[in-house]
């Protein structure tokens, strides 16, 4: 061991480096690590995530495969190429080094999750669920597995597996804002309103910040014919950005749903104003039926 250790004081200085932004520094360090024979792979993998953090995919990508050349019964450099795989968005090639190194580490859960990750990403998801459901038996108590799972199964219109995960998620994390609105989205598939309403009031309390859960609370209320409730939740909306052409043309579509022509007519005129897209847009928007033939609002549409 003590042969090595002037090599591993390499290997700790250049991850001080890294941590510090001075990558070159860090780059000489691993590049002294690799001139140790017992090391060198070692060597190789922090070089390729010092070449991936400057994003020099090419000469990181290299570094990996000489790191695995190095040292070829790894399965903790085949996890870890595989990741980078993933990054640079070869998701098949990605799946083909996760299950080299789950043949020499068949309880690496966290290979299976990651090809679930990659599968979701080419939209294979009945494999991505098969991955993540493996992943689970070795690690039942994973939230984002559990989270992940009712993504897909939402996906796939399995709303009762979808809720269910959601729920085991929640079970894990009571905090998540994210399970709240997705399950409050199967609930809307499901034609059970009053339900979502009250899961997206317990996503919005808990992420206050989010104006995309304002938004939705206030598509619902407008789907529901409640105008009144959904301005509210598009205001909110709105706080965060007072420029946002949709948000503004779902506050048209609130007057207009009331048979208020002046203001419906006012919001719609700027959201053409930022986004002339919206025209279209109401062309087809049932909300607008109450005023559709008013002259005002066919000659706003006219292009």
Not at 12 to 35: D, M, P, Q, R, W
Not at 40 to 56: M, P, R, S, V
Not at 151 to 158: A, C, G, R, S
Not at 266 to 281: G, M, P, Y
Request: charged share 25%.
């Amino acid at each position: 061991m003590e042969e090595f250790q002037p090599y591993l004081h390499y290997l700790e200085i250049g991850e001080l480096y890294l941590k510090v932004g001075e990558i070159k520094k860090a780059v000489e360090s691993f590049k002294k690590l690799t001139e140790c024979e017992e090391l060198a792979a070692l060597g190789w993998i922090n070089l390729a995530k010092a070449e991936f953090i400057q994003n020099h995919l090419k000469t990181a990508k290299q570094y990996y495969l000489k790191a695995l050349d190095t040292d070829k019964e790894s399965y903790e450099i085949l996890y870890n190429y595989a990741n980078f795989l993933i990054d640079i968005k070869e998701y098949e090639e990605a799946i083909k080094f996760y299950k080299l190194a789950l043949e020499k580490e068949p309880s690496l859960a966290l290979a299976y999750y990651n090809m679930g990750v990659a599968y979701s990403k080419m939209e294979k998801y009945h494999e991505a669920i098969d991955a993540y459901q493996l992943s689970l038996k070795m690690n039942p108590d994973d939230f984002s597995c559990h989270f992940e799972l009712g993504v897909l199964y939402y996906e796939i219109k399995n709303l009762k597996k979808a809720v269910s995960h959601f729920q085991k998620a929640l079970d894990l994390d009571s905090t998540s804002s994210k399970c709240y609105e997705f399950i409050a989205q199967c609930f809307i598939q499901t034609d059970q309103l009053d339900i979502a309403q009250t899961l997206y009031k317990n996503a919005i309390s808990l992420n206050p910040e989010d104006p995309a859960l304002y938004y939705k609370m206030g598509d619902l209320f407008l789907s529901t014919n409640n105008a009144e409730k959904a301005l509210h939740y598009f205001d909110q909306a709105l706080s965060f950005n007072s420029v946002d052409a949709l948000l503004i043309y779902k506050r048209a579509c609130s007057y207009a749903s009331l048979g208020d022509l002046e203001n419906a007519l006012k919001e719609l005129t700027i959201a053409i104003q930022f986004n002339d897209v919206i025209r279209e847009l109401a062309l087809i928007d049932d909300s607008f039926d109450k005023i559709r033939h008013n002259p005002a609002f066919t000659e706003l549409l006219k292009k």
